[in-house]
């Protein structure tokens, strides 16, 4: 396919339109992150969250699906490691002030009929898709279904390392291609994306770095295992300053236990 040029005053005439109609910015709901990012998630912009293993990247980005979803912003969650229904696990016991242990022991009687009464009428713009062993061709497909069919805004990825590559090309190569796929397609169909990452023992993102080169903004996630608080390293942007979310003498965000979830920590 041969690639279109375009004048200078193409792209103004572009730049000009935007402005008239910028599109949307949808808010995260954790105020602080919202502020670092210029004002929340922007359509045709690529997210990234990286952190160390069981440190919250999936806990985190779900506190945003929950709240974009309470907000009505429909959205595709890509569960590549965690199913639907072990996410929606987490949604209820943060909208029912329960622990998520109540769902794996299932010992009172009444949890059943607390969530039978809440999805009468809860809010419903979450559109999952189970994805286990996803390759590249099944992620692109998913994606552009979802924004054709379903009009969702955004879409979650958790996570990264887990879409699968295939033939001779190497993971490095490959994980380098997922990213551009997705720096690619928001723009393309204008939509956002929040993709989770992996770090490697050595504080690298595990398979190279084609997250931090091909997506806009960049966070890593910090927290001690056994301590609620945590704060976020902007470690990449295109196009706001550098700001990070709180440090690890104050943090940014708190994790609560129902749910559980993060939400904003006061600043002092």
Not at 118 to 141: P, Q, R, S, V
Not at 169 to 193: S, Y
């Amino acid at each position: 396919m041969a690639r279109q040029l375009r004048k200078r005053s193409d792209a103004v005439a572009s730049l000009l339109r935007s402005l008239e109609d910028p599109g949307t910015c949808d808010k995260t709901g954790i105020e602080r992150l919202d502020a670092a990012m210029g004002g929340g998630l922007y359509a045709g912009k690529a997210y990234g969250l990286q952190a160390r293993k069981k440190v919250g990247k999936t806990i985190l980005l779900g506190t945003i699906s929950y709240n974009l979803n309470l907000s009505g912003v429909s959205h595709l969650w890509i569960a590549a490691e965690m199913n639907d229904r072990e996410l929606e696990e987490r949604h209820l016991s943060r909208a029912l002030k329960r622990s998520s242990v109540d769902f794996l022991t299932r010992d009172d009687v009444l949890l059943s009929s607390e969530v039978r009464s809440y999805a009468e009428d809860m809010d419903d713009n979450i559109i999952y898709c189970n994805a286990n062993g996803i390759n590249l061709k099944e992620l692109e497909d998913v994606i552009r279904t979802a924004v054709k069919e379903h009009g969702v805004r955004g879409f979650f990825l958790d996570y990264l390392q887990l879409v699968r590559g295939g033939g001779n090309v190497n993971r490095t190569d490959h994980l380098e291609a997922v990213a551009m796929l997705i720096a690619g397609l928001v723009r393309e169909l204008q939509v956002w994306a929040f993709v989770a990452a992996q770090l490697n023992q050595e504080d690298n993102t595990r398979g190279g770095e084609g997250m931090l080169l091909a997506f806009d903004q960049v966070y890593t996630l910090r927290r001690h295992k056994t301590s609620a608080s945590a704060w976020l390293e902007m470690s990449e942007t295109r196009y706001t300053p550098y700001r990070n979310v709180g440090d690890e003498k104050q943090p940014g965000i708190l994790l609560e236990s129902l749910g559980p979830y993060f939400r904003s920590a006061s600043v002092v």
